[in-house]
Nanobody, 117 residues
Framework: QVQLVESGGGLVQAGGSLRLSCAASGIISSSYSMAWYRQAPGKQREVVTTITSGGSTNYADSVSGRFTISRDIAKNTVYLQMNSLKPEDTAVYYC???????????WGQGTQVTVSS
């Protein structure tokens, strides 16, 4: 059974930092493409960043230069380091995983990030 469990969300002031974690079980996350998505109130879920099994990363323009995705193979965990946070980063952040050639089939339950101005 595949499980993705996010943690690390919370309330932070604008300009602050948070690090989200996504602990995977039932899969070897380094063999999957992993992603962080977010959904703000009243908005569609959007991709924030992805990392492939080969380690290639991609970022949404809105977070490029501020957010960093990384993985710890030994811990089977993916991280999202978020710096210089803005109020518009406020959302529920979700971790997702997919095999090559398929869509994101595995999702975590989400963690709330709130950035106050």
């Amino acid at each position: 059974q595949v499980q993705l469990v996010e943690s690390g969300g919370g309330l932070v002031q604008a300009g602050g930092s948070l690090r989200l974690s996504c602990a995977a079980s039932g899969i070897i996350s380094s063999s999957y493409s992993m992603a962080w998505y977010r959904q703000a109130p009243g908005k569609q879920r959007e991709v924030v960043t992805t990392i492939t099994s080969g380690g290639s990363t991609n970022y949404a323009d809105s977070v490029s230069g501020r957010f960093t995705i990384s993985r710890d193979i030994a811990k089977n965990t993916v991280y999202l380091q978020m710096n210089s946070l803005k109020p518009e980063d406020t959302a529920v952040y979700y971790c997702a995983a997919k095999r090559i050639g398929s869509g994101y089939a595995y999702w975590g339950q989400g963690t709330q990030v709130t950035v106050s101005s």
